[in-house]
């Protein structure tokens, strides 16, 4: 006497595949959710080592890294060498991190760092800082930033429309800094900034406090 085989029915199967499918829908955005919280966390810790390193170098030489290509950093170089003052001869950090939000818009050879821009030296390039952000530093003394969670640079907004269309620093209108808030998505637009303390410009009431606030 033959025993009776069982199997799964066509319905079982595909409840089943169903359950799976609505446990992936859930459990993949709150994976890459938390990836993305994970690399925002990484960029603002990594530029507070940044800033740590740029503090330390203002108390021994009385100013900040600089921005400006010399004759053994020429234009071309990617942003790293922007922190070469404080990776050698002393050491002020051990290495230059990689933003982990790049840009596929920037090439990625320039751009293999946070960016970073330090107020004197646009006032040392500019016959009239003020009306172009001082270098994107907002009265001030420097700058660093990231991309942000939706990859794109785009730290400054038109000052008349702070939710308008995007101008560049070179056509001369002052600009917001556009921060990255995690309130308006884990992925929203916004660049992940941190600025380094007064400046030696003076700019409208209102830009500074959001700045130091932030």
Avoid at 21 to 26: E, G, H, S, Y
Avoid at 47 to 75: I, V
Avoid at 176 to 192: E, K, L, M, R, V
């Amino acid at each position: 006497m033959h025993k009776q085989k069982y199997g799964f029915t066509l319905i079982e199967l595909l409840i089943v595949v169903a359950i799976i499918a609505i446990l992936a829908a859930i459990a993949i955005p709150n994976f890459l959710a938390a990836q993305t919280r994970s690399k925002v966390s990484r960029a603002k810790g990594e530029m507070k080592t940044l800033a740590t390193g740029c503090e330390a170098y203002y108390t021994d030489y009385n100013c900040y890294p600089s921005y400006r290509w010399t004759p053994s950093t020429p234009q071309g170089r990617p942003c790293s060498w922007r922190f070469w003052a404080i990776t050698t001869p002393v050491a002020y950090i051990t290495r230059v991190p990689k933003d982990p939000f790049p840009d596929p818009a920037r090439d990625p050879f320039i751009y293999d760092t946070y960016d970073y821009f330090d107020e004197q030296y646009f006032i040392d390039v500019s016959s009239n800082p003020r009306q172009s952000w001082g270098g994107h530093t907002w009265g001030r003394a420097w700058r660093m930033s990231s991309a942000g969670p939706d990859l794109k640079q785009d730290y400054a907004k038109s000052w008349d429309s702070p939710y308008g269309t995007w101008k560049p620093w070179s056509s001369g209108v002052t600009g917001w800094p556009n921060y990255y808030d995690p309130t308006n998505g884990t992925i929203s637009n916004g660049d992940i900034i941190r600025f380094g303390g007064p400046g030696k410009l003076d700019y409208p009431n209102g830009i500074a406090n959001e700045i130091i606030n932030n």
